[in-house]
Structure formats: structure tokens, C-alpha cells
């Protein structure tokens, strides 16, 4: 069963509110560096095994800095994202660039940073030759699709509807064209999954990784130095969910690699929600008690704090601070203020009586969460906080303002 239990106290929680105000982010530091060296030594046996942590789960630099300290890499899509490593001094074999429909400028900017870039597709080769001319690169992959060879889930769909990655025969065909290019380290990368509990899945997709591994390397005679296998590692969202048994996935794709005789093949992956997830909550407080046709709850978060519930129907789980052992005798909608009828963080979840100004806290909102934030209807994003090892509150991002939501607008 999962363990439901704040790491900080009721005091705690009603200090923030009141210092940095409601809804806010509050992630656990402590949570954070177990899960980062529990990953690296369940790992620690393949060689060279990094996981470049996925930015875009949790693009906040303080939180980064504590993934860094702990020895991870990061993987960034887009300008900015790599914009944050180049503040933050990380530079070189510490960053993967996975991006697709990529454009000649965010080339440049990973070519400058001397990051592992990671091809989406043949067509970019051309661009991406233009950007090798700021320097030269130690690291290229390619990204697989495999198609019918493996299916998806509902977060990432089925690999034959995806826009990402090449077929084999394009794997093959862009190793031709790279091999001229006097790159250090040749990989491949796919992803295939998002949120996935099942252990065997990771191992199945190193399968597809090493056999598409051998036909490249006979077809287009170069050496494949590293795999990629992608984020995806599940989180149990719901209580009666087990935690992902990441050493189960280690020890099989160990095994793997002996068996196949490669063991020299360095292995990456590019885990974010699993990290981060389970250690980052949104903290929102009770506006109204509403009773329509259902319940409804009111809160000063909405579906632009945390979309997943409203886009993937996503279950988080809900404490109602101070109230944790009460019955849940009531079945209610928890509601935001944003204009569309999906601003529900729970449906029909049964939770003990909620009164006004109650203290709700969303539960695994740590990925994916604040950084999936919007601003329509002109609502504002929430602040973060780091929680640290030392029980100490530190604010890691202002919650925006309206200005900032309006400065870009021309009014005359
Ligand atoms: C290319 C890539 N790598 C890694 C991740 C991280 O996934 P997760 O946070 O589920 O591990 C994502 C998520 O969208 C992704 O698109």
C-alpha cells in the first residue's frame, strides 16, 4: 500500500500557506534525493548507466540542482529548457537533446552546449549538419519508432500513430550519413512508454533496442556505444497501486546484456515523473461548499495548476489536512474556477465532510505538474517550494502575477 503520509506537519503545511499564500507547490527534498539514489543504485551495475532527467517534468532549477548534485543528467526538449542548463553551468555529456520537428536554432544552441543530440527524423540530418558547424559533437542518437513491434499506452498512444522516431530502414539510411561525421559515440534512444507499472515492459523494449542495435550495426557497419531507453517509469498513483519495482528492471536488463553478450553497451534512461512525482504537492485551499445536482468542492487551485486529471482523467490522490483519519462520507467533485467543465482534480471522490477554508493537498503533482501550467481564462500559476532536508521552507519560483500574464499584450 502506498504510503500516504506527508513528510511535513499540519503547522508546516499552514505556515507556507500563510507565508507564500494558496494554492503553492511544495516539494519534498528529502523524498527527491532518496528516490535519485535509490534509481543510480539499482542501475549502478550497468555500465556507465545515467538517467538524464526528463526537464520538462520539473523545470524548476533548484529542483534540478538537488538531480544534479545527485549525480543525474538532464534531457531537454526545446530552447528553453537548454537555456536552463546553460544558467545553471551544465554543459556537455550531462545533457541529452531529445526534440523533434526541431528547428535550426535549438541545433545550434545544443551543438553550442556540447549536449548528446538525439535525431527524430531523417529529415533533420541536413539542419542538423548545419549546426555541427559550431562544433564538433561527442554524442548522436537516433530515435526509434517501433511501430507494430510494441504498443503503447493511453499517456503516450500507440508507437504506429506516433510522430516520433524513425522506422529501422531510416535508422539505417541516417547511420550512413552520420558515420561520415566524425561523432565519438554512436546510440540509440526510443520511448515508448509513459507511466508504466509493469516491470517487463522496460525489459521488452531493450529487446527491440539490442535487436535494432545488431541490424544497424551489420547494415550500416558503424558501432553503437549506448542505448537509450527512455523516461517512463511509472508512478502508483492510486493507494492500492504498488510502487514500481525498479531493481526487478535492472537485474532483467543486466541478464539481458549478458545474455546477448553486450554488456559493453553503456544504457540511459531519461525518467522524470518517477523521480519527482510521488515528492511534489499541490497544496490548495476550500473556497466553497457547493451542492448542485452533486457535491462540488470549490478550491483556489485550478485544472491550469495540475492539468493531468482534467487531460488523462488522471487519478491523484486527495488528503484533507487534519481530517486524514475521518470517515470519507461524502462523494464530491473537486472543483477549480476555470471555465470548462474538465476543471475537476476528482470526480466523485469520497473524502471526509469538507468545510470551508479546509486545506486540501493533491498528492504526486511533483512531474508534470506545475510545468504543464497555463494561463486561460488569465489565471495565474502558483508558487513553488522547496521543503528542505532541514524541515527549512525555501520559495523556488514566484507565483506569476496578472502583469506578468498581461505584459506581453499591445494595447494601443
Ligand atoms: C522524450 C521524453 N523523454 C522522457 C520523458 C519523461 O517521461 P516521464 O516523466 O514519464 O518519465 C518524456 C515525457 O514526456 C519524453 O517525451
Same mark, same amino acid.
Given at each position: 500500500?502506498?504510503?500516504?503520509?506527508?513528510?511535513?506537519?499540519?503547522?508546516?503545511?499552514?505556515?507556507?500557506?500563510?507565508?507564500?499564500?494558496?494554492?503553492?507547490?511544495?516539494?519534498?527534498?528529502?523524498?527527491i534525493?532518496?528516490?535519485?539514489?535509490? !534509481?543510480?543504485?539499482?542501475? =549502478?551495475?550497468?555500465?556507465?548507466?545515467?538517467?538524464?532527467?526528463?526537464?520538462?517534468?520539473?523545470?524548476?532549477?533548484?529542483?534540478?540542482?538537488?538531480?544534479?548534485?545527485?549525480?543525474?543528467?538532464?534531457?531537454?526538449?526545446?530552447?528553453?529548457?537548454?537555456?536552463?542548463?546553460q544558467?545553471?553551468?551544465?554543459t556537455?555529456?550531462?545533457?541529452?537533446?531529445?526534440?523533434?520537428?526541431?528547428?535550426?536554432?535549438?541545433?545550434?544552441?545544443?551543438?553550442? !552546449?556540447?549536449?548528446?543530440?538525439?535525431?527524430?527524423?531523417?529529415?533533420?540530418?541536413?539542419?542538423?549538419?548545419?549546426?555541427?558547424?559550431?562544433?564538433?559533437?561527442?554524442?548522436?542518437a537516433?530515435?526509434?519508432?517501433?511501430?507494430?513491434?510494441k504498443?503503447?499506452?493511453?499517456?503516450?498512444?500507440?508507437?504506429?500513430?506516433?510522430?516520433?522516431?524513425?522506422?529501422?530502414?531510416?535508422?539505417?539510411?541516417?547511420?550512413?550519413?552520420?558515420?561520415?561525421?566524425?561523432?565519438?559515440?554512436?546510440?540509440?534512444?526510443?520511448?515508448?512508454?509513459?507511466?508504466?507499472?509493469?516491470?517487463?515492459?522496460?525489459?521488452?523494449?531493450?529487446?527491440?533496442?539490442?535487436d535494432?542495435?545488431?541490424?544497424?550495426?551489420?547494415?550500416?557497419?558503424?558501432?553503437?556505444?549506448?542505448?537509450?531507453?527512455?523516461?517512463?517509469?511509472?508512478?502508483?498513483?492510486?493507494?492500492?497501486?504498488?510502487?514500481?519495482?525498479?531493481n526487478?528492471?535492472?537485474?532483467? +536488463?543486466?541478464?539481458?546484456?549478458?545474455?546477448?553478450?553486450?554488456?559493453? !553497451?553503456?544504457?540511459?534512461?531519461?525518467?522524470?515523473?518517477?523521480?519527482?512525482?510521488?515528492?511534489?504537492?499541490?497544496?490548495?485551499?476550500?473556497?466553497?461548499?457547493?451542492?448542485?445536482?452533486?457535491?462540488?468542492?470549490?478550491?483556489?487551485?485550478?485544472?491550469?495548476?495540475?492539468?493531468?486529471?482534467?487531460?488523462?482523467?488522471?487519478?491523484?490522490?486527495?488528503?484533507?489536512?487534519?481530517?486524514?483519519g475521518?470517515?470519507?462520507?461524502?462523494?464530491?467533485?473537486?472543483?477549480?474556477?476555470?471555465?470548462?467543465?474538465?476543471?475537476?482534480?476528482?470526480?466523485?471522490?469520497?473524502?471526509?465532510? +469538507?468545510?470551508?477554508?479546509?486545506?486540501?493537498?493533491?498528492?504526486?503533482?511533483?512531474?508534470?505538474?506545475?510545468?504543464?501550467?497555463?494561463?486561460?481564462?488569465?489565471?495565474?500559476? =502558483?508558487?513553488?517550494?522547496?521543503?528542505?532536508?532541514?524541515?527549512?521552507?525555501?520559495?523556488i519560483?514566484?507565483?506569476?502575477?496578472?502583469?506578468?500574464?498581461?505584459?506581453?499584450? +499591445?494595447?494601443?
Amino acid at each position: 500500500m502506498k504510503d500516504l503520509k506527508l513528510p511535513l506537519n499540519k503547522n508546516e503545511v499552514e505556515g507556507i500557506l500563510s507565508q507564500y499564500g494558496s494554492p503553492i507547490y511544495i516539494y519534498d527534498e528529502e523524498g527527491i534525493r532518496k528516490k535519485a539514489r535509490k !534509481l543510480k543504485g539499482s542501475f =549502478s551495475k550497468l555500465h556507465n548507466y545515467k538517467n538524464f532527467f526528463a526537464v520538462k517534468a520539473t523545470p524548476t532549477p533548484a529542483i534540478l540542482k538537488i538531480l544534479h548534485e545527485e549525480g543525474m543528467g538532464f534531457d531537454c526538449s526545446s530552447k528553453t529548457e537548454l537555456t536552463i542548463m546553460q544558467k545553471m553551468g551544465i554543459t556537455g555529456d550531462n545533457i541529452f537533446f531529445t526534440s523533434n520537428n526541431t528547428s535550426l536554432e535549438d541545433f545550434q544552441l545544443a551543438v553550442q !552546449l556540447g549536449a548528446t543530440i538525439n535525431l527524430d527524423d531523417v529529415t533533420q540530418i541536413s539542419v542538423f549538419k548545419t549546426a555541427l558547424k559550431d562544433g564538433p559533437l561527442n554524442r548522436v542518437a537516433v530515435r526509434y519508432n517501433p511501430g507494430n513491434l510494441k504498443s503503447g499506452n493511453q499517456i503516450i498512444g500507440e508507437p504506429v500513430e506516433a510522430k516520433y522516431g524513425m522506422t529501422q530502414d531510416q535508422i539505417i539510411q541516417s547511420f550512413n550519413e552520420l558515420k561520415q561525421l566524425n561523432i565519438n559515440k554512436l546510440g540509440i534512444h526510443t520511448m515508448v512508454a509513459s507511466n508504466e507499472l509493469i516491470e517487463d515492459y522496460f525489459t521488452d523494449t531493450a529487446k527491440i533496442l539490442l535487436d535494432i542495435v545488431d541490424k544497424t550495426e551489420k547494415e550500416a557497419g558503424v558501432k553503437i556505444s549506448f542505448i537509450n531507453l527512455g523516461g517512463g517509469f511509472g508512478v502508483n498513483y492510486k493507494p492500492e497501486q504498488a510502487e514500481l519495482a525498479i531493481n526487478k528492471i535492472s537485474e532483467s +536488463i543486466e541478464a539481458l546484456l549478458k545474455e546477448r553478450d553486450r554488456s559493453d !553497451l553503456t544504457i540511459f534512461t531519461e525518467n522524470g515523473r518517477y523521480i519527482t512525482g510521488p515528492h511534489g504537492y499541490l497544496v490548495t485551499k476550500v473556497r466553497y461548499v457547493m451542492e448542485k445536482f452533486k457535491k462540488y468542492i470549490g478550491v483556489d487551485a485550478s485544472m491550469h495548476n495540475l492539468m493531468r486529471p482534467g487531460m488523462y482523467g488522471a487519478y491523484h490522490h486527495i488528503t484533507v489536512l487534519g481530517k486524514e483519519g475521518l470517515e470519507p462520507t461524502n462523494a464530491y467533485d473537486i472543483v477549480g474556477s476555470l471555465c470548462e467543465n474538465n476543471d475537476k482534480f476528482a470526480i466523485d471522490r469520497k473524502l471526509p465532510e +469538507i468545510e470551508e477554508d479546509d486545506i486540501l493537498v493533491i498528492h504526486d503533482a511533483g512531474a508534470h505538474g506545475h510545468a504543464m501550467g497555463f494561463n486561460y481564462n488569465g489565471l495565474t500559476r =502558483s508558487a513553488e517550494v522547496l521543503f528542505n532536508v532541514d524541515r527549512s521552507t525555501k520559495l523556488i519560483r514566484r507565483a506569476e502575477t496578472t502583469d506578468q500574464v498581461l505584459q506581453n499584450v +499591445i494595447w494601443e
